[in-house]
């Protein structure tokens, strides 16, 4: 509806037209009767209003003791005079203020369009303005373009202006922050924001704040943590929050969320060193900041290799979520890790918990060769569920596990039909030999386990040349009774022939 009234009221140039568009502002005001269309007659009447008319408006508001930002259409028609409406009319047709005599109070010299816009947003009509260009700016900013590149200025002012609505500078702080490097001006703005809402740390952040941004302790972290490492300035202002007893929990979590976003050394120092500390208790909201620690650190990547001592201990905490993200952010440090081979294995053999095993299993893999030495050990001594880690761990390196073939070889032999799965699976990866595995693979499609022979039919799809004589045995399989193996026979060979096709 803006754009339409904006576009029509254009085209008025003359003063006919012009007085013709006051009958199109009282049209507009009878019909705008949903508050969608309230709302969007008001921003036609305030981007109006922003323009060099702006001391008649304001003196007509003040006349009146009106707010004009808080204006609804129902309304407009009896605080604004026929000559306001005229004289918005003449704006928005392009017709300067001069063209209506007796526009301007009596007291007032006739405005400039530069002296009728107030630098400092004095008044409650240019605010409001100023609000809806930057949310109409907001709206479809691309912050890897170069027109973001140079709104960068008109988002800093509405950063700065503390009458802006706090929704839109926090919109706008993170705008800043996505945009980055080119914006690293509003770092020290965004620092200064938090440190003086420091005071308020103990004041928790409820759901609503942060469904809408309102507010500066959250969106002003969130736009620092965005930034990255172009805020390494921050991290006092950061920990602050985060050591401080007082801090809300809901803080606590996104101070050590933004660090980790930021993971300059200072700031992998300050999660390293509250990883370290003992846990006051464990209750949800602790586990919840250790795992945000251990996230962080993550983030950080091989940078974090000096907190490995502390992501080691982290192994042994006694939440499982914990002791899994401990495991896989050793395993993202890769061979750098080393140093955490003996938790990492402890965890393979010890825990009880699946996830935390897998995770340990998938950590030791990314270590490399160091690794490999512990998993052959743990191929011939440890229980069938270690062993089937173990041989998924060295399947993953590939050729520079070859040196444990042997032992994945005699694994074959396994009485554990799991344990002669994840050796067969294992080897493929290793040695890329199907004939190695393939007649095990087939004889596994007659186990009375749905899931082994599944896991058996994938390998066998997966496997590009079957030798001769298993293709001819899982086709003679295939076209016997209707059997489980019969079925899952059928099945593998409908699609190799499917994949061969594509």
């Given at each position: 509806?803006?754009?339409g ?5 254009r085209?008025r140039?003359?003063?006919r ?5 006051v009958s ?37 508001c ?14 407009l ?10 004289l ?11 063209a ?16 009728c816009r107030?630098?400092?947003l ?5 605010a409001?303005?100023?609000?809806l260009e ?12 170069k027109?973001?590149t ?6 800093l002012?509405?950063l ?19 945009i980055?490097?080119?914006?690293r001006?509003?770092?020290?703005l ?5 440190e ?6 103990a ?12 507010d ?6 969130k736009?620092?943590?965005l ?19 007082g ?19 200072a ?5 390293t060193e509250?990883?370290?500390r003992?846990?006051r208790?464990?209750s949800y909201?602790?586990?919840?900041l ?13 940078q ?6 502390a ?13 899994r993200?401990?495991c896989?952010t050793?395993g ?7 140093g955490a ?15 935390v ?8 893999a990314?270590?490399g ?7 052959i050990r743990l ?17 993953q ?5 070859k040196s444990?073939?042997p032992?994945?070889?005699r694994m ?5 039909s ?27 499609l007659?186990?009375p ?8 039919a994938?390998?066998?799809?997966q496997i590009v ?10 086709e003679?399989?295939a ?5 489980g ?18």
């Open positions: 509806m803006r754009r009234l904006q576009k029509e009221f085209q140039s003359t003063l037209r012009a007085e013709t568009a199109g502002f009282h049209r507009a005001s009878d019909q705008a009767n949903s508050n969608g269309m309230r709302v969007e007659f008001q921003r036609c009447l305030i981007t109006t209003a922003k323009h060099h008319c702006h001391r008649c408006v304001l003196h007509e003040q006349e009146r003791s009106v707010e004009p930002r808080r204006l609804r259409s129902s309304t028609i009896q605080y604004f005079s026929a000559d306001v409406l005229l918005l009319s003449f704006v928005v047709a392009g017709v300067p203020c001069q209506y005599a007796g526009h301007h109070p009596p007291s007032s010299e006739t405005a400039s369009p530069a002296d107030p630098a400092a004095k008044s409650s009509t240019a409001a303005a100023f609000e930057i949310e109409t700016l907001l709206s479809d900013l691309d912050p890897t373009s027109r973001a140079a709104s960068v200025p008109v988002l002012a509405a700065r202006t503390a009458e802006t609505n706090s929704g839109l500078r926090g919109r706008s702080a993170m705008m800043l922050g996505r980055g490097e080119p914006a001006s509003a770092v020290p965004l620092i200064g924001i938090l003086d809402s420091s005071t308020g740390s004041v928790a952040i409820t759901s609503d704040d942060l469904e809408n941004g309102s500066p302790r959250y969106w002003s972290m736009s620092l943590g930034f990255g490492p172009v805020a390494a300035d921050a991290v006092p202002a950061v920990r602050a929050f985060l050591i401080s007893p801090t809300s929990p809901l803080l606590r979590l996104l101070a050590a969320d933004t660090l980790g976003q930021i993971r300059s050394p700031a992998i120092g300050t999660l509250q990883l370290q003992p846990r208790n464990n909201e602790e586990t919840m250790r795992r945000t620690f251990i996230d962080g650190l993550a983030l950080a990547g091989p974090a290799v000096g907190a490995l001592p992501l080691s201990r982290a192994t042994e905490d006694v939440n499982v979520d914990v002791r993200s401990a896989q050793i993202a440090l890769g061979p750098r890790a080393e081979l003996t938790p990492l294995v402890d965890r393979l053999i010890l825990d009880d918990d699946p996830a095993k897998d995770a340990a299993a998938n950590a030791l990314r270590l060769a160091v690794a490999i030495p512990a998993l191929l011939e001594g440890g229980d069938a569920d270690v062993q089937g880690r173990a041989a998924g761990s060295l399947g390196m590939g050729q520079l596990a444990s073939q032992q994945l070889r074959l032999q396994s009485m554990d799991s344990v002669r799965l994840g050796a067969a699976e294992a080897l493929l990866l290793i040695s890329r030999d199907a004939g190695l595995v393939a007649s095990g693979l087939l004889q596994e007659s186990s386990d749905r899931q082994i022979r599944r896991r058996a994938e390998l066998l799809i040349e079957l030798p001769g004589d298993v293709s001819n045995q899982l003679t399989l076209g016997g009774d209707n059997s193996a019969g079925r899952v026979a059928a099945y593998v060979l409908r699609e190799r022939s499917r994949r061969s096709d594509q």
